[in-house]
Structure formats: structure tokens, C-alpha cells
């Protein structure tokens, strides 16, 4: 699984309180991912993102503008890990 939190350059404290967030989340729920935090306006053009921080999932902008919550990473983690058994019983 790879999370990227998208920040602009002078995003300052929300950045690391996203970043914080996830880090809290995956370690209560016991799982290893690629975490990468960019401040490159770049990367905002690239994924379409307008306002920061934003939360990417596995390539999908899943929250833009606002710092989510530990609860809420944790059930947008579980629900992609359902999404992906489903997909693979349809197979």
C-alpha cells in the first residue's frame, strides 16, 4: 500500500499533523505502507489537488483540504482492503 500526503511548500503544520495522523493509524492497526510526504506544487498539478493537505490512497485523492482524523484514515485503509478481496473473488 502506498499513502502520499500532498502539501504546498508553505503548507507548514497541517502537513505533519496529516502526516502524524497516519502514522498513528497505521500503527494501530499493525500494517506496513509507503508513506511519502511531498511539498512540491508539482505533484498538486499532477493529482489534481487544489487545496492541501491532501490524502492519497494507492494513486486516488481520497480527502483534499483539511487534516483527517486518526478514525477516519483507519476506515479508508479498511475499506480499500475489502474493495481489493471483492475484486479478487470476482476473478
Known amino acids: 500500500m ?7 511548500p508553505d503548507c507548514g503544520d497541517r502537513c505533519h499533523r ?5 502514522r498513528q493509524a497505521l500503527d494501530q492497526m499493525r500494517l506496513d505502507a509507503e508513506v511519502h ?6 505533484k498538486m498539478i499532477d493529482n489534481r489537488v487544489y487545496v492541501t493537505p ?9 480527502i ?5 482524523e486518526v478514525v477516519e484514515i483507519k476506515s479508508l485503509i479498511a ?3 475489502r474493495y481489493i478481496r471483492r475484486l ?4
Open 2 to 8: 502506498r499513502i502520499d500526503i500532498i502539501c504546498k
Open 18 to 22: 496529516t502526516l502524524s495522523n497516519v
Open 37 to 42: 510526504l511531498y511539498q512540491d506544487s508539482r
Open 54 to 62: 491532501a490524502l492519497v490512497l494507492d494513486d486516488v485523492v481520497r
Open 64 to 68: 483534499a483540504g483539511r487534516v483527517p
Open 79 to 81: 475499506e480499500r482492503a
Open 88 to 91: 479478487r473473488d470476482a476473478v
